[in-house]
């Protein structure tokens, strides 16, 4: 018995020693803290045009209405702007216009690229040298590049004498970037 009271007594001792170490007070000022450092790398994408409207057809007219009346169409016309370079400085796309042509033997372009003659985006003149501003925007994906503004239209002033036959015009859109332009 004597061995066992022993045995109990040193195993409190053992016991006490052990558990004392584990307990915290309230008002103890160690605190045990720990810290994670979490870190994310993005890298930048592109600046891209996409979804421009392949052709537009205005409606046809008889040149005799055309010269009394005047003309005036308009059609709808889209451009995406997706720009995820690295910065945020922003994006311009720009609009010029080769000018009309024809092939038709009898019948002459010069009207349409004269003064009498307008072809817009919007409220805004394309002109066939230098650019115009159709668009700009930020950071991010832009599905109407021409902020509501996507009206192609057509106008020619009464007392234009245009003569009968198909004619066309290429439309070059050109999208710049601050940071794409400067090399940054």
């Known amino acids: 018995m004597k061995k066992f009271m022993t045995s ?42 996409s979804n421009t409207t392949g052709s537009v057809a205005f409606k046809g007219s008889k ?3 055309v010269y009394t009346s005047g003309y005036a169409d308009s059609q709808p016309v889209t ?3 997706d720009d995820f370079l690295s910065g945020a400085k922003g994006w311009t796309l720009n609009v010029k216009q080769t000018g009309w042509t024809t092939t ?15 072809l817009t985006l919007g ?8 650019d115009t501003l159709a ?10 590049a021409f902020d509501g503004n996507n009206q192609l239209s057509l106008k020619i002033k009464s007392g234009v004498t245009v003569k009968p036959g198909a004619y066309s ?8 970037d601050p940071i794409s332009a400067t090399g940054n």
């Open 63 to 65: 040149v005799l209405d």
């Open 123 to 130: 409220d805004t003149a394309i002109q066939a040298t230098g």
């Open 8 to 49: 109990l007594v040193l195993t409190a001792a053992v016991a006490g020693l052990f558990g004392a170490s584990n307990v915290v007070r309230a008002d103890d000022t160690n605190s045990l803290t720990g810290s994670t450092n979490a870190s994310v790398t993005f890298e930048g994408g592109n600046l891209s045009l």
């Open 169 to 176: 015009n290429t439309l070059t859109w050109t999208l710049t």
């Open 135 to 144: 668009g700009k925007g930020d950071y991010g994906h832009t599905p109407d």
């Open 104 to 118: 038709d033997a009898n019948a002459d372009a010069a009207p349409l690229n004269s003064d009498s003659t307008a």
């Open 79 to 81: 451009a995406t702007v």
